[in-house]
């Protein structure tokens, strides 16, 4: 299974917005909506910002945002704080209960 | 509060074992699917595996990279995941979380390291 591709990095002033791609294939982002995003700051354990392509769980602020068109999802950032300066993976269901990860995004807030 | 908490990390030399605990509080343990993940120094996260609730009878499925290698049971009695690891090579080196879930891991342990090296 081949990692789903991200930029290795976006940057965004305060208040702006960034966007991250995820793109794979028809077997994994394309074929499923178990697209999930993490956020990972240095030395901590991931936590999970989006899940099924768009949802939010409970206490993840409503600037971030999922979305998926065809075997690309994306993870939309509004408002950029500084605490969302991190690493950001996205992950799908790629069948037979495997999951790929992809490259992961290192977001700056400038 | 749920809280999930790996242990039983450390270094062990090529071709031997280890056995990595998660210890689960906060919810009801058998009623969840637990998941592992792993994160090779500076590296991506890896699925490593998952076993299912008691409700369907905890199966259980790891990834190609650690099949016939890595098992995962679990002791809903004192509300433990267990990832037994065997023949362990260099490239087993990371951070392993537990998680719970089986599609959606709203929650991660903190992780720990596991050095494979002679």
């Known amino acids: 299974q081949s990692a789903l591709t991200q930029p290795p990095s976006a940057s965004g002033s305060p208040g702006q917005s960034v966007t991250i791609s995820c793109t794979g294939t028809s077997s994994d982002v394309g074929g499923y909506n178990h697209v999930s995003w993490y956020q990972q700051h240095p030395g901590k354990a991931p936590k999970v910002m989006i899940y099924?392509?768009?949802k939010r769980p409970s206490g993840v602020p409503d600037r971030f945002s999922g979305s998926k068109s065809g075997n690309t999802a994306s993870l939309t950032v509004s408002g950029l704080q500084a605490e969302d300066e991190a690493d950001y993976y996205c992950?799908?269901?790629?069948?037979?209960?495997?999951?790929?990860f992809g490259t992961g995004t290192k977001v700056t807030v400038l | 509060e749920v809280q999930l908490v790996e242990s039983g990390g450390g270094m062990v030399q090529p071709g031997r074992s280890l056995r990595l605990s998660c210890t689960a509080s906060?919810?009801?343990?058998?009623?969840?699917?637990m998941s592992w993940f792993r994160q090779a120094p500076g590296k991506g996260l890896e699925w490593v595996g998952f076993i299912g609730s008691n409700v369907y009878s905890g199966t259980t499925d790891c990834a190609a990279s650690v099949k016939g290698r890595f098992t995962i049971s679990r002791d809903d009695s004192k509300s433990i995941a267990y990832l037994q690891m065997n023949s362990l090579k260099a490239e087993d080196t990371a951070v392993y979380y537990c998680t719970r879930g089986r599609y959606q891991f709203d929650y991660w342990g903190q992780g720990t390291l596991v050095t494979v090296s002679s």
């Open positions: 099924e392509v768009s």
């Open positions: 906060g919810f009801s343990f058998g009623a969840y699917a």
């Open positions: 992950s799908s269901l790629a069948g037979n209960n495997n999951f790929v």
